[in-house]
């Protein structure tokens, strides 16, 4: 007890009635040590903490709770001004005692004492419990875990050389190291001992066609360097050079050749350089008056002296003079770099050392020498028609240069084989120092093999030369499917990354029916693809039609699937039954099938009938979209069949339009279109005139008052819910936990029952699918969900760390781990068609639409530290496409609350912060997609969560019991609030159609963001 407190009588010993309680005390001389241990048991969650104070257990919860004192298990206290107190205080009581912040005042026998946050003892409650007679019970798996993930489309080798038959030449031994330095790699070279070396080199094979380079050894150059000139050169005595000058010539290359007619220009030794470095100046300045090093970076250079140009005084370091005179005297005066276009960014230091080497050294002339007699060789085994030996020394160009592969300081060797690599090559050294005119030349000489190849029939041979020589790869795809080459054609357009469509063909052509749909479903271009084979394999083209129908009719999608079979007469059956199940799933989409089957199918007319009756006489406004749907659908179908339907239509359209139930857009459809066709004509004039609304859609009434909800304690439901979604027609699925998922009416009404466990949901975008997910340990149990047919399947156990909320029918993006993964939901066990490993770090969120998917990857330091917050973002058209990887700034350590969009645009920030610490402001990102994007949100908010959409964003708030969501738009208006009351936190989807909010009391209320109804669910 705090000896300066004093006692304090105070006048209400305990608090009556209900309190909101933020811990026990519990007496032990009242109840008994033991007792007093099992209440604070019975009453500690997880989160609390057991403190010893004045002989008994202070518990003070993780979160307050209401409760009544008359019921209470022990003495409640309550947290006033950051104090805890067992009694309501006056002032003056409170002035007596003064507690300071986090202090614990207990009124007992009559008496208030306060106790300082130093004298209390915290009491490990684990101790109490007595686990010595517990027995260590060995313990057996009820199986075996789930096999890892397949992947549908492994990555296939390159085509081997038994691939191209037996006219592929013989492999040449210096292949391997030939491909490495084509893709600028190192390889280790098994050396020749130096007799096998010697042996080879004097004992050539017979008739082999090889490029030799002549390189003249060291004692030859200096043998000729000593030795007297020919005779050819004079009838005189011969003038004996010296020593420098015999090493310069030596070490310089062979002189000047006037027989060639062309100008040489002959660069100084490096003897010379240096001799003349340390002679006197041009200017005749003694050499004692400069450096020795200054003088030898102008040798190098070529330039005057530094003192000339830097002036006295300003002479640089020895090193930096140095590096100066090996980079040939870059930079090293001012007029040098005025006369020089500056760079942005030059080579690095050991493309500057080959650059130098090259040009200041008899490397460089040895090297040209070298690669011009390759190139000449080259040439004449073109000219001699040798074929074989030409292609397996041939120099592959590529459509554009690169720079560093003029600096190549080696020539190529003979490829391994004929052979195309559909992955291409890597690295940067394709081609080494050659003019334009050369590789001109060379493309020329290769379009010339390659229609010899073709005139003689030798296929394989001509497609190499395009995939591999020419890098035509698409002309290379194009002309091994003219000659039947379909299984090379397809791997070649494959592995280099071609247009997916054009793949998705190339497969389908090669009998492989499989990759071709697995790779159309990856990347969606099942239309371009079958648009590329109705040009020249018409049946091929209906056949992958059916198909891609199948697929989109697995996935629920049943308006699409009939489109897509529909310019396929013999697949009309199969396009019925399709239709059968669209009308009976409803909606828009149940709206344009009722259309077609009436005017579609002869029979058609008379199936339709009551249905047609049933949703045109039907005057809810929640249906006026179905019958806009239907409308539109007759409209693309010109036949007589639908005359007698138009009538009841447009009486029904002008009945919503009348109660301003349709948007304008299907306003001007009733004025210029429906009421324009022939079959109207008669009653034209009898029909009223549709009157214009200037009512806008709620989203765009911004001057409207919010809307406020308030759901109280009193409306609770039976069940927790775990989650909810919203489904086309107003209809509620309702993730249940154990008790299974329910399917709700938009009368309240239950629709279904599901008995598979679901704590979350993942609906698919047409609302007829859907997984339910429950934790199972390590593991997720992923079951599937048929709306329409009202049926529950289990599918899978699965190992999940994120997932995407939503998916398509068909492909769900899943991550585990530092792997993200696009699943195929449709096959009998997961299996990924698509795939990114080793993204760096944990995978925390994803979020996915038809267009892009991004996620959010948390990157620690080694000690577990945080390191950043990175998000990844990918464009979904022609398979999944990365678009950019950024941190999120202004991140200290990992967020509690996470917010992102498809399209990548983030929200992230901390909601645990200390006592007394000022709210902070978080961290935001803008997407990748050009549009218009909510501002960041004002300082000094203090959030606890928040839920972001493309159009709208809900901010989540927390003050004691009482939980907010604010809905605003992109302009920052507050258009909704929901305010639920109670412990549990509210949870929050929200789409561009829909928000709803939950909790586990079972309260459900969701907001249509197109017309600003409230709807609560109830969960009885």
């Not at 497609?463 to 890098?471: S, T």
């Not at 047409?766 to 049926?791: C, E, P, T, Y």
Request: charged share 25%; proline share 7%; net charge positive.
């Amino acid at each position: 007890m705090s000896r300066a407190s004093g006692a304090v009588r105070p006048r209400a010993h305990v608090h009556r009635g209900t309190v909101v309680v933020a811990a026990w005390w519990f007496h032990p001389g009242t109840l008994g040590e033991a007792e007093a241990r099992r209440r604070v048991l019975a009453a500690w969650r997880p989160g609390a903490t057991v403190w010893a104070l004045a002989g008994g257990h202070l518990l003070k919860l993780a979160a307050p709770c209401k409760s009544a004192v008359e019921a209470a298990p022990g003495l409640p206290l309550v947290m006033e001004a950051g104090v805890l107190s067992s009694a309501p205080l006056s002032a003056k009581e409170r002035e007596r005692l003064a507690p300071p912040m986090g202090a614990v005042v207990l009124v007992h026998a009559g008496t208030a004492r306060m106790y300082a946050p130093g004298e209390l003892r915290q009491v490990d409650p684990g101790a109490w419990l007595d686990v010595s007679e517990w027995r260590r019970v060995q313990v057996k798996g009820l199986g075996a875990p789930p096999p890892p993930m397949q992947s549908a489309l492994e990555p296939l080798p390159p085509p081997t050389r038994e691939s191209f038959g037996a006219k592929v030449p013989a492999l040449a031994p210096e292949a391997e190291r030939m491909l490495a330095r084509m893709a600028g790699k190192e390889v280790p070279v098994v050396r020749e001992g130096f007799f096998a070396r010697l042996r080879r080199a004097f004992s050539p094979k017979p008739g082999e066609a090889t490029l030799t380079v002549h390189r003249e050894g060291l004692f030859a150059r200096l043998r000729r360097a000593f030795h007297a000139a020919p005779a050819s050169t004079s009838q005189s005595a011969v003038r004996r050079e010296g020593l420098f000058a015999r090493l310069r010539q030596a070490f310089s290359g062979p002189s000047e050749n006037a027989s060639s007619g062309s100008m040489t220009v002959r660069r100084e030794g490096f003897f010379s350089r240096l001799r003349q470095a340390f002679r006197a100046d041009e200017d005749g300045v003694p050499a004692g008056r400069s450096g020795w090093l200054d003088r030898l970076r102008s040798a190098f250079s070529g330039s005057g002296s530094a003192s000339a140009a830097s002036g006295p005084g300003a002479r640089p370091g020895w090193f930096s003079r140095l590096l100066a005179g090996m980079r040939g005297g870059e930079n090293s005066t001012a007029s040098q770099q005025g006369s020089r276009p500056a760079e942005p960014e030059g080579p690095g230091a050991i493309e500057q050392l080959k650059s130098w080497m090259l040009q200041n050294t008899p490397l460089g002339r040895l090297v040209g020498q070298r690669q011009g007699d390759y190139l000449r060789r080259l040439f004449e085994l073109f000219e001699e028609g040798k074929l074989d030996e030409a292609l397996r020394h041939a120099i592959p160009l590529g459509t554009d240069l690169d720079e560093r592969a003029k600096l190549a300081l080696g020539v190529p060797g003979p490829r391994e084989q004929l052979r195309i690599q559909p992955h291409g090559q890597s690295g940067a050294a394709r081609v080494f120092a050659s003019g334009p005119a050369v590789l001109q030349a060379l493309r020329e000489r290769y379009r010339e093999t390659f229609r010899r190849l073709e005139r003689e029939g030798r296929i394989d041979e001509a497609a190499f030369v395009l995939a591999e020589l020419l890098a035509a790869t698409e002309e290379a795809v194009s002309f091994l499917e003219r000659h039947g080459r379909f299984q090379l054609a397809a791997e070649l357009a494959e592995g280099r990354g071609l247009p997916a469509s054009l793949v998705v063909r190339q497969w389908f052509l090669a009998k492989d029916v499989q990759r071709a749909v697995s790779i159309a479903r990856r990347s969606g271009v099942f239309a371009d693809a079958v648009l590329r084979l109705e040009k020249t394999h018409p049946a091929e083209a209906q056949a992958l039609r059916i198909l891609w129908g199948e697929s989109l009719a697995e996935a629920g999608d049943w308006a699409r699937a009939v489109d897509a079979v529909w310019p396929v007469p013999s697949a009309r059956h199969i396009a019925r039954a399709w239709v059968h199940h669209g009308i009976h799933a409803g909606g828009e989409s149940g709206a344009k099938l009722l259309a077609r089957l009436a005017l579609g199918f002869p029979d058609g007319f008379g199936a339709a009938r009551e249905d047609v009756q049933t949703l045109l006489s039907d005057d809810t406004p929640a249906r006026a979209p179905e019958r806009m749907a239907f409308a539109t659908e007759l409209l693309r179908e010109a036949n007589a069949a639908r005359d007698p339907l138009l009538v009841p239509t447009v009486r029904a359209l002008l009945r919503d339009e009348a109660t301003e139930a349709l948007p304008s857009r299907a306003r001007c459809i009733i004025q210029l279109r429906l009421l324009n066709t022939p079959a109207l004509a008669a009653l034209r004039t009898d029909l009223p005139t549709p009157r214009h609304s200037h009512r806008r859609p709620w989203a765009e009434e911004n001057d409207l008052p919010p809307v406020r909800v308030w759901m109280d304690r009193n409306d609770a439901g039976a069940h927790a819910v775990h989650d909810a979604v919203v489904l086309p027609g107003q209809r509620v699925l309702l993730a249940l936990g154990e008790a299974g998922a329910r399917l709700v009416g938009p009368d309240g009404r239950t629709l279904a029952n599901f008995d598979v466990p679901a704590f979350s949901l993942v609906a698919s975008t047409q609302g007829n699918r859907a997984l339910s997910l429950a934790r199972r340990g390590d593991l997720w149990r992923v079951s599937r969900l048929d709306l329409v047919a009202r049926r529950a399947t289990r599918w899978c156990d699965a190992e999940l760390d994120a997932w995407a909320p939503t998916y398509d029918g068909e492909r769900w993006f899943t991550a585990m781990r530092d792997t993200v993964s696009m699943v195929d939901t449709l096959a009998a066990e997961p299996r990924s068609l698509w795939r990114v490993s080793q993204v760096g770090g944990t995978v925390l969120k994803l979020a996915v639409d038809a267009q892009h998917l991004s996620f959010l990857v948390l990157h620690l330091s080694p000690g577990q530290d945080f390191e950043r917050l990175e998000r990844w973002s990918y464009v979904l058209a022609g398979g999944p496409t990365l678009r950019g990887r950024t941190d999120i700034p202004n991140l200290e350590a990992t967020p509690d609350a996470l917010a992102l969009t498809p399209d990548g645009e983030v929200v992230a920030g901390r909601i645990a912060l200390a006592e007394g610490e000022e709210p902070r402001d978080w961290s935001y990102l803008a997407p990748i997609a050009v549009r218009r994007f909510h501002l960041p949100s004002q300082q000094g908010e203090a959030r606890v969560g928040a839920v972001l959409g493309q159009a709208w964003t809900v901010t989540r708030f927390q003050k004691g019991e009482l939980h907010t969501a604010i809905l605003r738009d992109l302009a920052g208006h507050t258009r909704a609030s929901v305010e639920f009351s109670g412990t549990p936190p509210q949870v929050v989807r929200l789409t561009e159609e829909w928000c709803a909010i939950h909790d586990l009391f079972g309260r459900v209320v969701w907001l249509d963001l197109t017309s600003g109804e409230v709807h609560r669910v109830p969960v009885v």
